[in-house]
């Protein structure tokens, strides 16, 4: 007979499931609001570099998806009162970020959670702010800090270019690399 309890068997997150995320922001004046907790597929939290003179940083901690589409009503909504007065001020930019799966995809997960983070670049090549992202077990996100360790997956460039365009040339490039790559291979051969 064979005892399951002592089979390693490492835990499978499915995309579909969704965990509790803390959401949280803090400006740049250090007042911060607690919102409900959310439930998301996607934990994150974005961190903007901190001021070189007060060493003061705001933090958006949330659920990837109310967290983007908050941000796109505001910019639609730009003097709306039905936001309660709360503006992610200067957060913008995450609209033209690689999403959560992107950053996390292909890492393994430690304890339950899967997370990654990544350093968003100014054009001087400076590091303007840091994005994280998790799954699996609740409040994943509560715990990253500015100088959690950065993988390599993504080092953008923030912008102004709108997020279908972003994610648009990011597709094109892996088309491209793929093409290239088949077209290497099949050379080799001959």
Excluded at 6 to 17: C, D, Q, R, S
Excluded at 90 to 112: N, T, W, Y
Excluded at 167 to 186: R, W
Aim: glycine share 6%; aromatic share 8%; charged share 25%.
């Amino acid at each position: 007979m064979c005892n399951y309890n002592f089979i390693t068997v490492a835990p499978i997150i499915l995309p579909n499931v969704t965990q509790n995320c803390t959401y949280t922001y803090r400006n740049l004046d250090d007042q911060e609001v607690v919102f409900r907790e959310c439930e998301d597929p996607w934990c994150f939290a974005l961190f903007t570099e901190p001021s070189k003179i007060s060493r003061k940083q705001a933090i958006l901690r949330g659920c990837q998806s109310r967290a983007l589409m908050r941000l796109q009503n505001e910019q639609i909504k730009k003097d709306s009162s039905d936001l309660r007065g709360i503006k992610f001020d200067g957060m913008h930019f995450l609209l033209d970020q690689p999403r959560c799966h992107q950053i996390v995809e292909g890492r393994k997960s430690a304890g339950g959670d899967q997370s990654g983070c990544i350093a968003i670049m100014n054009e001087n090549g400076t590091r303007k702010a840091q994005l994280c992202c998790c799954r699996g077990d609740d409040n994943c996100n509560e715990n990253f800090e500015w100088n959690d360790t950065l993988y390599d997956v993504f080092t953008t460039e923030a912008s102004e270019l709108d997020s279908a365009s972003h994610l648009a040339s990011f597709g094109f490039t892996a088309i491209v690399v793929a093409v290239l790559t088949f077209m290497l291979h099949s050379l080799s051969k001959h």
